[in-house]
């Protein structure tokens, strides 16, 4: 069965840092693209980045370009590393995993972790 399990989300000051993880399970990595997305309650979901351990590629949204990086063990984990975080980071953040497709587009991930909640302080 095909999981996923993103954690590590709490607190922190604008400016700081977190890393987010993503867990999987049930499948191997090399075959999926996984992203990252965040959801601020009454919005879409936005998909922020995204990457193929297969093939090294990463895509990153213009709102966390140059702050935030995709990263994997290649084995089962995925990590988004959040640098210079500013309030409007604040979101509950998911990972998703796509047979299909590469992207940051919603509707190409078949499978979703339940998601960590971060917040970030002025």
């Known amino acids: 069965e095909v999981q996923l399990q993103a954690s590590g989300g709490g607190l922190a000051q604008a400016g700081g840092s977190l890393t987010l993880s993503c867990e999987t399970s049930?499948?191997?990595?090399?075959?999926?693209?996984i992203g990252w997305f965040r959801q601020v309650p009454g919005k879409e979901r936005e998909g922020i980045a995204c990457?193929?351990?297969?093939?090294?590629?990463k895509e990153y949204a213009d709102s966390v370009k140059g702050r935030f990086t995709i990263s994997s063990d290649n084995i089962r984990t995925v990590f988004l590393q959040m640098n210079k975080l500013k309030p409007e980071d604040t979101a509950v953040y998911y990972c998703?995993?796509?047979?299909?497709?590469?992207?940051?587009?919603?509707?190409?991930?078949?499978?979703w972790g339940q998601g960590t909640q971060v917040t970030v302080s002025s």
């Open positions: 998703a995993a796509s047979l299909s497709s590469f992207g940051r587009e919603e509707y190409i991930y078949d499978y």
């Open positions: 049930g499948f191997i990595l090399d075959d999926y693209s």
């Open positions: 990457a193929s351990t297969r093939y090294g590629n």
